[in-house]
C-alpha cells in the first residue's frame, strides 16, 4: 500500500506562489505516474500535472497552470513537488497527491493512491 501525505498548502495572495510536497511511502517512486489534482467547492476533482516517465522527464500539464505550475521530484527524499507560481485566485482548492501505475495521466482513475489533500487559497 503505497503512502502519500501533502504539505505545503495555504493562504496567499495573488501572484504569489507556493511549493506543494508529497511524501511518498515507497523506496523509489520512478515506477510510478506521480499526478497533482484539484479540487474546489462546488466543483469535480481535475488535473493539474504529472509526471510520466521520471528518466526522459516527461511530464503533462492542464492548460490552466501551463507555464505556472512546475512538477518535479526529489529522489533521495521520496518527495514529488509542485511548484506554483503567479499564482490566481482560480487555483483555490484542495489539491491532491495521487500515483499510478499506467494510464491516462490526466484521468482520476488511473490513480490508484491518493493523499488527503492539502488546501491552498489565493486571495485577490
Known amino acids: 500500500q503505497v503512502q502519500l501525505v501533502e504539505s505545503g498548502g495555504g493562504l496567499v495572495q495573488a501572484g504569489g506562489s507556493l511549493r506543494l510536497s508529497c511524501a511518498v511511502s515507497e523506496r523509489t517512486i520512478s515506477p510510478y505516474i506521480m499526478g497533482w489534482f484539484r479540487q474546489a467547492p462546488g466543483k469535480e476533482r481535475e488535473f493539474v500535472a504529472a509526471?510520466?516517465?521520471?528518466?526522459?522527464?516527461?511530464?503533462v500539464y492542464a492548460d490552466s497552470v501551463k507555464g505556472r505550475f512546475t512538477i518535479s521530484r526529489d529522489n533521495a527524499k521520496n518527495t514529488v513537488y509542485l511548484q506554483m507560481n503567479s499564482l490566481k485566485p482560480e487555483d483555490t482548492a484542495v489539491y491532491y497527491c495521487?500515483?499510478?501505475?499506467?494510464?491516462?495521466?490526466?484521468?482520476?482513475?488511473?490513480?490508484?493512491?491518493w493523499g488527503q489533500g492539502t488546501q491552498v487559497t489565493v486571495s485577490s
Open positions: 509526471a510520466i516517465n521520471w528518466s526522459t522527464g516527461s511530464t
Open positions: 495521487a500515483a499510478g501505475d499506467g494510464g491516462p495521466v490526466t484521468n482520476l482513475g488511473t490513480y490508484a493512491y
